[in-house]
């Protein structure tokens, strides 16, 4: 095994203990400092005392040895008010219901149980169908462990959801249709073994990290119009993926994304601009791939090496890098001598040429077009065609080639549209906030198209 991959794969188990470990206690802010390190006994329950930032003592339920199927968790123990519940490890029975009292405000995720309880007046929590959630339901905050239904729908008050916790039953999960609900969490619905089929709803932009890494059975994914970026490891390890087509509002798959499934058949987006490293590897049965022409960034270790790909000739290696770049080629013309230069694509910031062009009928012309790099016209320059792409409004009247080179057909008027392949689209990735919410940015779309006007006489 390589050394890259040995590391990918370290990282890889470093961030899923590092999730677990946070996740064991989730919740509402944390208002404690620290138990008092003794565990101490109240009828079937063990519990910690902590002090909280006011200095006020709360107990921790962090044991259950009861043999009860629903486990009532009281109100105050030793006078002081019960907050949070930790573990219900050591039950003689298996728990079917764990049902909060008044003052519990956080919980862990994993507790062995089928569903939640709410007493009335519980200012924190509200239950639906045994999940749990905040009080307005706006966040999914625990899907039950052991809850047995197949198929689950959130809530269309969902804002944010923490996803099916490991869940072994769940086979099909349909997300919340809310307006503000933009982002499917990291690690949300990863490590669901009987999970089979996915409906991302149009609202969705972002498929987090890990978000379904290890659901062994997925293979259909519906998926929607709006979305912009695949997480690192989204799929990881989903060996029952075979077919897959990104949406073409995709512009971003991240490391991993789809490592070690098996996939057959693969379509990318048409408006792909980055591919980044592994992000289909491990896919023996993947024996060919289209690149778009909108790529600007591949690693080259994105795809097996069995795989083979078919890229725009733009797409260059890059000494001593791992990945392929956008390059266009500008032939400056002085003196009757020519010279090439490489530009990196992302300098491009307008191309144009001219706007209109009379040709008899039979005749042919090859369009030469104008570039400014950094917002600098490169002089006696012309681009190089294979990092454009042409097209006729009519080509009885007027075709035109994949080089530029206009023919005459018949008399009339076409116009011919000449744009950038990698041209970007309008919006931009930012990243995320420190509550979660996705940050989507307006850019400015550089002018990296133009038409010409073709009279024919």
């Known amino acids: 095994m390589s050394t890259k991959r040995k590391n990918r794969r370290t990282t890889i188990m470093k961030r899923i203990i590092s999730f677990l470990l946070i996740c064991s206690l989730l919740l ?23 002090t909280n930032n006011n200095k006020e003592k709360e107990v921790v339920i962090c044991g259950y040895t009861g043999t009860n199927e629903i486990v009532d968790i009281p109100e105050t123990i030793a006078g002081e008010k019960v907050v949070g519940v930790s573990k219900l490890d050591g039950s003689n029975t298996k728990i079917t219901t764990v049902r909060l009292a008044k003052y519990v405000e956080r919980v862990s995720s994993l507790l062995p149980t089928e569903k939640y309880e709410v007493v ?39 804002t944010k959801s923490e996803g099916a916790n490991d869940n072994k039953y769940v086979k099909q999960w349909t997300f919340s249709s809310n307006k503000e609900n933009k982002i499917i969490k990291d690690f949300a619905y990863s490590g669901c073994p009987n999970l089979e089929k996915i409906v991302i709803p149009s609202n969705i932009v972002i498929l987090g990290e890990f978000s379904f890494a290890q659901c062994k059975k997925l293979k259909t994914i519906v998926w929607n119009k709006t979305l912009q970026q695949i997480g ?28 070690k499934c098996n996939i057959k058949n693969l379509k990318l987006s048409k408006r792909l601009k980055y591919i980044e ?84 009928k039979g005749k042919s012309v090859s369009l030469k077009t104008q ?28 075709t035109v080639s994949s080089k530029g080179k206009v023919k005459a057909k018949k008399r009339g008027a076409a116009t011919i549209y000449v744009t950038l392949m990698t041209k970007p689209e309008s919006y931009e990735y930012k990243g995320i906030s420190e509550d979660g919410t996705i940050i989507v940015g307006k850019i400015k779309e550089a002018k990296k198209s133009y038409k010409v006007v073709i009279k024919v006489k």
């Open 28 to 50: 509402i802010p944390n208002t404690y400092t620290k138990a008092d390190g003794k565990v101490q006994s109240y009828g079937d329950f063990e519990y910690e005392i902590s």
């Open 120 to 158: 009335e007046d519980n200012p924190n929590f509200s239950v639906e169908n045994g999940v749990l959630f905040n009080k307005d339901k706006t966040k999914l905050l625990i899907y039950p462990t052991e809850k047995k239904d197949e198929k689950y729908v959130e809530p269309a008050s969902v």
């Open 232 to 259: 690192d490891t989204a799929f990881f390890e989903c060996s029952s993926l075979e077919n897959i087509k990104i949406p073409n509002t995709v512009f971003n798959i991240g490391k991993s994304a789809f490592s």
């Open 277 to 360: 490293s592994f992000a289909f590897s491990d896919n023996s049965m993947l024996k060919k791939v289209e690149i778009p022409n909108t790529v600007v960034k591949m690693r080259k270790n994105a795809f097996p090496k069995t795989t083979k790909i078919k890229k725009a000739s733009y797409l260059s290696p890059v000494a001593d890098k791992d990945y392929y770049c956008a390059k266009a080629i500008v032939t400056t013309t002085v003196k009757n001598k020519k010279k090439k230069r490489a530009y990196k694509e992302e300098k491009i910031t307008k191309i144009k040429g001219k706007k209109k062009q009379i040709l008899q």
């Open 371 to 398: 570039v400014y790099i950094n917002k600098k016209l490169i002089k006696n320059g012309a681009l190089g065609t294979n990092i454009l792409s042409f097209k006729s409004s009519n080509p009885k009247v007027a």
